[in-house]
């Protein structure tokens, strides 16, 4: 009887296992095909849920404020005046001050005892000269710097709490000197015993 030589063939044992390990990959494929869609679109509804679920701080929104700071009914109103708070009540050396929009400069106070601007000009140090009915801070008149660096000067009158105000505006000037101080009126104002509001003094009594 004849015998044949299968050896070669791959049917013996390691053959076998060969398509054995082909069906196992085969149904794994499958398996995965299968199961990680499902997978990904839960997680994917899981985190789509868990982020409209989670609450969104915004920062507060301040409040407009549509009343000027200083503000005293029975002082009047602000019309056609500037914003004459003080930054400072009173004057101090060193302290910065604005020449309007054309420069800054510092307070001194002279060996007299009177105020002066120094500015820097023309490369060095040089004082601004005052002019007008009035003085820094002399005699019963006071003056302050206000909050935005600008010079103003009051002068009490007879009646309580209202006063001539000035503002020390730049004038003139070239390369070689500085502008001068110019005292110009604005006026009468009403301000507060503490210095915090003021008014037209339209409205006061």
Request: charge should be positive; charged fraction near 15%; glycine fraction near 14%.
């Amino acid at each position: 009887m004849a015998t044949t030589d299968a050896s070669g063939t791959g049917v013996g044992p390691m053959g076998k296992h060969g398509r054995r390990a082909t069906i196992v990959a085969v149904v794994a494929l499958a398996f995965a095909a299968i199961v990680v869609p499902f997978a990904l679109r839960a997680l994917g509804g899981n985190g789509g849920r868990a982020s409209a679920a989670t609450p969104v701080a915004h920062p507060p929104v301040a409040p407009v404020a549509h009343q000027q700071a200083g503000t005293d009914p029975a002082l009047g109103r602000h019309d056609g005046l500037p914003s004459l708070l003080p930054s400072r009540s009173m004057l101090t050396p060193g302290a910065r001050v604005r020449l309007g929009d054309v420069t800054d400069g510092v307070l001194r106070r002279t060996p007299a005892g009177a105020w002066q601007v120094l500015v820097r000009w023309n490369g060095r140090l040089q004082p601004v000269p005052t002019r007008g009915p009035v003085q820094l801070a002399a005699g019963a008149a006071s003056s302050w710097i206000a909050g935005d660096g600008l010079l103003y000067t009051r002068v009490p009158t007879g009646s309580p709490d209202r006063f001539r105000v000035y503002s020390w505006d730049p004038r003139g000037g070239s390369a070689y000197t500085p502008p001068a101080l110019v005292a110009n009126p604005l006026g009468e104002v009403c301000f507060n015993r503490s210095f915090t509001a003021y008014g037209d003094c339209r409205s006061a009594g």
